[in-house]
């Protein structure tokens, strides 16, 4: 049974930090293109982040600069460090792994809310 399971996400004042964690099992993690996710609310869900199996990074403009993507692949986990927090970063925030064929894995989410 594969499972991502997302933690670190919380309140926080605008230019705050937040570390988010997503551990999968049941699959090989170094075999996945790992990408973290949010949705806010009236919005569609939209890529934030991602890592491939190799370990090339891309971002969301909205979030360049601000936001870094890592894994360690030996622990099976994927991070998501988040500095300079602000309320429009305000979304739950999924972690999502996938490789070719029908291998399409989603986390439960996790809260994260910048306000004052």
């Known amino acids: 049974q594969v499972q991502l399971v997302e933690s670190g996400g919380g309140s926080v004042q605008p230019g705050g930090s937040l570390k988010l964690s997503c551990v999968t099992s049941?699959?090989?993690?170094?075999?996945?293109?790992m990408a973290w996710y949010r949705q806010a609310p009236g919005k569609e869900r939209a890529m934030v982040a991602r890592?491939?199996?190799?370990?090339?990074?891309s971002y969301a403009d909205s979030v360049k600069g601000r936001f870094t993507i890592s894994r360690d692949n030996s622990i099976n986990t994927v991070y998501l460090q988040m500095n300079s927090l602000k309320p429009e970063d305000t979304a739950v925030y999924y972690c999502?792994?996938?490789?070719?064929?029908?291998?399409?894995?989603w986390g439960q989410g996790t809260q994260v809310t910048v306000s004052s």
């Open positions: 999502h792994a996938n490789r070719p064929g029908p291998f399409n894995y």
């Open positions: 049941g699959i090989v993690n170094g075999l996945y293109d």
């Open positions: 890592i491939t199996s190799g370990g090339t990074t």
